[in-house]
């Protein structure tokens, strides 16, 4: 495809096509006098850009709008089927994947186990799970035109190899990208699993506009997504974020790291870490989100049963939750203290247990730490974060090449 000219009639079409299907997809269906007034083109431009896009095979009717003053007008929508993407978050223990269209709409899913073994071909599990995923929708796996995998790991621009990921065997390979791409016969894109979940906080979650904040994940490990002036941070060897391995206040410094789920704030504050605090303080529970949101749970019903009629469960309750919180405060102290970001975002298994109680908690012990008190919030992304932000990220890049072909 030739590059349009600045100021040419092709410009102005590019322009033109790529504000109606902007606005399809924010809005829905539409007809051609919304385009026009959305867009600030003229009723008749609209009509030639919507028969140049319906013969481009990106836009389609959809019926008829009625009872508006004037003639019956027609619907138009995005063409879902124009192009497909996949998502993938990637764990020890499985591997999931959606299939979306270019609407952005779920078409498909898939889940593959994967239990630990010796001589792994990541290659052919990925396979087995886009094809699975490609069948639901029903699609063959080359039908997608880039598929974006989440794992709890980086891969270093550098190498192409991927680190803080010894946990997960069978990925340890050169090139993992291209080894991937050529192997699954799809493009493929890999990125840090809570790099993920910030991208899906920022598109419709508690970060939406966001230009500068940090995502704290914390599940079996613990993580940071980093957001700066609107665009992830990775570092120059792709593990910024890894903040599980910085050294802590009350934890042994820890030289040579090299197992996964140790160091210092991960010693504190990881899954491990927090199951043992819980059942310090009398909550059991066969991990740390069940023994964590026993406790928050007791922390509510403290409160709304009021002082006079506290029990013993809501005062360990509490003290569970402000000694977490307070570890926590004290590692986002250091990060606030070196990035200032204008909010922090909570997210993972162990912290949404938490819930509201230790949130608060958390932001008032942040507070009391640093100069700058940004704002402390839950995410809001419902399902997998990490898979909506691989979708996400899949759409945003194939739209943007689907987008750009309207113009020869």
Do not use: C
């Amino acid at each position: 495809m030739s590059t349009p000219v600045p100021g040419t009639p092709s410009l102005l079409r590019a322009i033109n096509d790529r504000a109606a299907l902007e606005a399809l997809l924010d809005r829905g269906p539409l007809t051609r006098p919304q385009i026009s007034d959305l867009t600030g083109i003229s009723k008749p431009t609209a009509s030639q850009l919507l028969a140049r896009l319906e013969d481009a095979g990106l836009v389609v009717r959809d019926g008829i709008r009625e009872g508006l003053p004037g003639r019956t007008a027609e619907l138009y929508r995005i063409n879902g089927s124009a192009a497909h993407v996949a998502g993938a978050d990637v764990t020890p223990a499985r591997i999931r994947v959606s299939v979306a269209d270019l609407a952005g709409t779920v078409v498909g899913e898939h889940t593959l186990p994967t239990p630990a073994r010796t001589g792994v071909d990541v290659v052919a599990r990925m396979a087995a799970a886009l094809d699975g995923a490609a069948a639901a929708a029903g699609l063959d796996r080359g039908a997608l035109g880039l598929a974006v995998i989440g794992i709890q790991g980086a891969v270093d621009p550098a190498t192409g190899r991927l680190g803080y990921a010894s946990h997960i065997p069978g990925w340890h390979i050169p090139d993992l990208v291209a080894t991937l791409s050529d192997g699954l016969g799809v493009r493929v894109a890999i990125e840090n699993d809570v790099n993920l979940a910030a991208l899906a906080e920022r598109a419709g979650g508690q970060a939406a506009g966001a230009g500068d904040f940090v995502l704290l994940w914390v599940a079996d490990g613990v993580g940071m997504a980093v957001v700066l002036n609107g665009a992830l941070h990775r570092g120059a060897t792709g593990g910024a974020g890894e903040i599980g391995y910085m050294p802590a206040i009350g934890a042994p410094l820890m030289r040579d790291v090299r197992r996964t789920h140790t160091g210092g704030v991960h010693s504190l504050v990881g899954g491990l870490a927090v199951l043992k605090l819980m059942r310090e303080h009398g909550f059991r529970g066969r991990d740390a989100v069940t023994a964590l949101g026993r406790a928050a749970a007791d922390v509510g019903a403290a409160r709304a049963a009021g002082a006079r009629t506290a029990t013993d469960a809501g005062a360990r309750a509490e003290r569970a939750l402000t000694e977490l919180a307070s570890r926590l405060g004290v590692t986002l102290a250091t990060v606030v203290g070196v990035l200032d970001p204008a909010l922090v975002v909570l997210n993972g298994e162990v912290l949404r247990a938490g819930g509201e109680p230790l949130r608060a908690r958390v932001e008032q012990h942040l507070h009391s730490l640093t100069i700058p008190r940004p704002e402390v919030r839950l995410s809001s992304v419902q399902g997998n974060p990490v898979l909506a932000g691989a979708l996400q990220q899949a759409l945003r890049e194939t739209r943007d090449e689907v987008f750009s072909s309207t113009v020869p």
